[in-house]
């Protein structure tokens, strides 16, 4: 009989058994969603070797994160929490997987109020395959624009990753499952696109990558500055400003990027077709050059690689 090995994840300084990381039910956090996270990706880049794709970018953001919810004294350093990260993928035997470090409040007073109950720091970690489907990424995903939308930035901020903030999300992506749809895709509060549930937003028109200015209510995708980069070195203009659904649904190609969607094509927004209805030739030559980096084949781009050895 094979018995599986025990998952371990690293929690305040040591890796345990996910079995003894148990939390307190009157854990602050899980009742009123104040916590900051990230989603991060490593890729396998040789026999028993994988990357960790912009682990220094990412653990950056989320120490933002904390410091726009007043998580301010943290007792842990930038480089000890990526050190954390390639620790967990280790303890894991994981040379390609998702890593998710969450920085939680802890048990102790009970109220909206507490200010003093314990921070925490937990990261897990796990094998995920394609976030919107292998057939999505190949073809192209249905979607559609959200009743929903996203948050201003005098609401839930964003540009931290909480916890507590992705209920907008779920939702818009629940009401777009239920009508047949695998993703949402969400306006702002002045009526521009502002990004997907998770993902960023791309659109090809007439040549020229476009994507929403990051004060249009989204998350500074690191996928999304990935992405702005590549194509910038392939020679393809690129813009950031605000559109409109209309336009939107005109464009010639439309695409989200994340960190575990990766590079997903949309192939229709509201059953409208976009472009020829699959994946363009714009969206597939930035899929392709996204994997090449993520996967350390592209040696211009080693920079954003955190190698480690299982
Ligand atoms: C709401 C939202 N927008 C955009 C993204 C993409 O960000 P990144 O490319 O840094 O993963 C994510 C995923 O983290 C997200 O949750």
Redesign the pocket.
Known sequence: MVTKAPVRVWRDGELIDEEAARFPHLTHTFHYGLGAF???RAYRVGEGQGAVF?LR??IA?LLQSCHLITFQDLHYSAAQLEQACVETLRANGLAAGYLRPVVYLGAGTMGIGATNNPIHYLIAAWEWGAYLGEEGMREGIDTQISSLR?PSHNGVM?KA?LTG??IN?ILAKREAIANGFKEAILLNEQGFVS??????LFMVSRGKLITPPLSAN?????????ILELAHDAGIPTEERFFARDELYLADEVFL?????EVTPVRSIDRRRIGAGRRGPVTEQLQSAFFRAARGEDSRYARWLTPFSL
Request: glycine content about 16%; cysteine-free.
């Open positions: 990230e989603g991060i912009r970018e990412h953001r996203r964003s990753k903030g992705y999300s990004e997907a549930t998770g993902e960023n989204i998350l500074a995708g690191i996928t999304r500055a990935t990027t994340g960190t575990a969607a």
